[in-house]
Nanobody, 117 residues
Framework: QLQLVESGGGLVQPGGSLRLSCSGS?????????IMWFRQAPGKEHEGVVC????????YYQDSVKGRFTISRDNLQNTVTLQMNDLKPEDTGVYYC?????????WGQGTQVTVSS
């Protein structure tokens, strides 16, 4: 059974940093798949934050996180990492990693990120 698991969320002050990880269970390697990070703020719709393609070079960032968030792969750990710097209160939400395989979506359980003073 294919599963994604997120970790690394927490409470941080504005301007702080967090590092989220997305690991795969049941996947030969996450390298074969495009991986996306989504987030859902309280009372708001799911929104896409960032994506890294299978080629490991092509990335897409939502405008609000450009220059602050960086997505990367750790091949040894078989994880995809989201480094988040200069966090703002509007970055608060539950962060999910996602991949799509053969028209099926796979989601993790999410990790809470709270940016507050």
């Amino acid at each position: 059974q294919l599963q994604l698991v997120e970790s690394g969320g927490g409470l941080v002050q504005p301007g702080g940093s967090l590092r989220l990880s997305c690991s795969g269970s049941g996947f030969t390697s996450l390298d074969y798949y495009a991986i996306m990070w989504f987030r859902q703020a309280p009372g708001k719709e799911h929104e896409g934050v960032v994506c890294i393609e299978q080629d490991n070079r092509t990335t897409y960032y939502q405008d609000s996180v450009k220059g602050r968030f960086t997505i990367s792969r750790d091949n040894l750990q078989n994880t995809v990492t989201l480094q988040m710097n200069d966090l703002k209160p509007e970055d608060t939400g539950v962060y999910y990693c996602n991949t799509r395989i053969n028209h099926s979506n796979y989601w993790g359980q999410g990790t809470q990120v709270t940016v507050s003073s």
